[in-house]
């Protein structure tokens, strides 16, 4: 059964700061991997998805790094703002068929200005 | 474009009572999603629907049930209410299901008394 993690479950970061969200998955049979986010009481954004076989995809201030084999997946936010803060959760899909998106419990990221 | 709407946004309901949430999916999008989020358990896939057909479903009781129109708008529907069913249900729409990038509604938010 796959089981998506996410450490820290929250953080607290000063204005302009580069930071790295973690993200890993016990099984590495993953069709890809989608990074959201969520503002309270409201739905999840998209911001990126990696393919299995991509290393990384970008979309301005954001990176975000795949390493399948190790079953680790990164979301790099360059130089933060306090509108960045929202709550970052990261999903995978099975390597089998049309399966649903597997999610972790999200990391809650407090810019302060 | 208009993005995936969810009706209503807010609902207190009783145990034992049933209740029917709505979702319409971008236009063009074939798959809708539903998703049960909680505290506790985090972001748990309910069922998805394409082309009015259900094509996954995750592990929650037959109290939860869905249905898709042929313009794409899904329902779902808890019969018999439980304290625990109160949540915040999302639903997610695609092109072709979810696989693809998924395009979530700002949810429903549920409350069992």
């Known amino acids: 059964k796959q089981e998506v993690t996410q450490i820290p479950a929250a953080l607290s970061v000063p204005e302009g700061e580069n930071l790295v969200l973690n993200c890993s998955f016990t099984?590495?049979?993953?069709?890809?991997l989608q990074w959201f986010r969520q503002d309270p009481g409201k739905g999840l954004t998209s911001l990126l998805l990696?393919?299995?076989?991509?290393r990384e995809q970008t979309s301005g201030r954001l990176n975000a790094s795949l390493d399948k084999s190790s079953g680790r997946s990164t979301l790099y936010i360059a130089a933060s703002q306090p509108g960045d803060s929202a709550t970052y959760l990261c999903?995978?899909?099975?390597?089998?068929?049309?399966?649903?998106?597997?999610f972790g419990k999200g990391t809650r990221l407090s810019v302060i200005a | 474009k208009a993005g995936v709407t969810q009706t209503p946004r807010y609902l207190i309901k009783t145990r034992g009572q049933q209740v029917t949430l709505s979702c319409s999916p971008i236009?063009?999008?074939?798959?809708v999603s539903w998703y049960q989020q909680t505290p506790g358990q985090g972001l748990q896939f309910l069922f998805e629907?394409?082309?009015?057909?259900?094509?996954n479903k995750g592990n929650f009781p037959g109290r939860f049930s869905g249905r898709q129109f042929s313009n794409s708008r899904s329902e779902m529907n808890v019969s018999t209410l439980e304290l625990g069913d109160s949540a915040l249900y999302l639903c997610?729409?695609?092109?072709?299901?979810?696989?693809?990038?998924?395009?979530f509604g700002p949810g429903t938010r549920l409350t069992v008394l």
């Open positions: 997610a729409s695609s092109l072709v299901g979810v696989t693809d990038t998924q395009y």
């Open positions: 099984d590495s049979a993953i069709y890809n």
């Open positions: 990696i393919q299995s076989s991509q």
């Open positions: 999903a995978v899909n099975r390597n089998s068929g049309n399966t649903p998106l597997v």
């Open positions: 236009s063009g999008h074939r798959s």
């Open positions: 629907y394409f082309s009015e057909t259900q094509r």
